[in-house]
C-alpha cells in the first residue's frame, strides 16, 4: 500500500475562503501531481513536479498554486475558493524510472458553498 | 492530442463471471499502459501495467492484452467477486513523459 496521504479529508467551506490541501508522501517520491475529479470521470492534472523548487501547471485551470519546499510535501492552495471548485483532489507521487505507475492518496473532497 | 476513452461506462456481471473492460487509445506513440481500481471514497490503485513490447501480461485473476495495431487495450478478470466493485481507469504514456493520460472510467458492478 502507497504511503501517500492527503489532508482533509472532507472539507466544507464558504465561498471567498483561501484553502490549503495537504499531501506528503514517504516514498522519496520526485514526482508529485494534483488531479482534480468528479465522481466517476477521468482525472484532471492541475499542477505536477518533478522535484524540490520544480511547480509546472497542468491542463486544467484551477486558479491554484502549489509549492515544493520539501520533497516529501505538495499542498495545493486555494486563495478565494468559489462554488465551481467543489470536486474531488488526488494527489499522487511516483519514482524517477520511466514506465512506473502513480501512487494516489484517497483524497479531499472538496465542497464550497 | 492524445485521448485515452473506455468503451462502457458501466458493467454488470455476476459474481463468478468473468470481466472485460475496454479502452482505446489515439497516441501511437504511447508505450506504457497502466489499469487503476479506484473504490468509493478512495484513490485510484494501480492493478497491472503493460509495456508496448508485449501483447498480454497476467496478474492475479487480472490480465491485460494489447492491441497495438487498433490501438486497444482490455483488462480481464476472471472469477470476479463483489470486491472487484469500483471504478476502472486505464491510463497511457508516452516515453520520456511523467505525465499519463487517464481515460474516463468504466464502473464494474458485480452481483452477489
Known amino acids: 500500500e502507497a504511503d501517500i496521504y492527503q489532508t482533509p479529508r472532507y472539507l466544507v467551506i464558504g465561498t471567498g475562503k483561501k484553502i490549503t490541501l495537504e499531501c506528503s508522501q514517504t516514498m522519496g517520491h520526485d514526482k508529485m501531481y494534483w488531479y482534480q475529479q468528479d465522481p466517476g470521470m477521468e482525472l484532471h492534472l492541475i499542477h505536477y513536479?518533478?522535484?524540490?523548487?520544480?511547480?509546472e501547471k497542468g491542463d486544467l485551470s484551477s486558479e491554484s498554486t502549489v509549492s515544493r519546499i520539501r520533497t516529501e510535501h505538495f499542498p495545493l492552495t486555494l486563495e478565494s475558493a468559489r462554488p465551481s471548485h467543489t470536486s474531488q483532489y488526488l494527489c499522487a507521487s511516483r519514482s524517477l524510472p520511466i514506465n512506473q505507475p502513480q501512487h494516489f492518496g484517497d483524497g479531499t473532497r472538496l465542497s464550497i458553498l | 492530442g492524445e485521448s485515452v476513452g473506455l468503451h462502457l461506462p458501466t458493467l454488470s456481471v455476476q459474481e463468478g463471471d468473468n470481466s472485460i473492460i475496454n479502452c482505446a487509445y489515439s497516441n501511437s506513440a504511447s508505450d506504457y499502459f497502466i489499469w487503476y481500481k479506484q473504490e468509493s471514497g478512495k484513490g485510484p490503485q494501480f492493478i497491472i501495467d503493460i509495456r508496448s513490447n508485449m501483447d498480454k501480461r497476467q496478474g492475479q485473476r487480472v490480465t491485460v492484452l494489447l492491441n497495438k495495431t487498433v490501438k486497444h487495450l482490455s483488462l480481464q478478470i476472471a472469477a470476479t467477486q463483489p470486491g472487484d466493485s469500483a471504478v476502472y481507469f486505464c491510463?497511457?504514456?508516452?516515453?520520456?513523459?511523467?505525465?499519463?493520460?487517464f481515460g474516463r472510467g468504466t464502473s464494474l458492478i458485480v452481483h452477489p
Open positions: 513536479s518533478y522535484g524540490v523548487n520544480s511547480t
Open positions: 491510463a497511457s504514456q508516452t516515453g520520456g513523459s511523467y505525465i499519463p493520460t
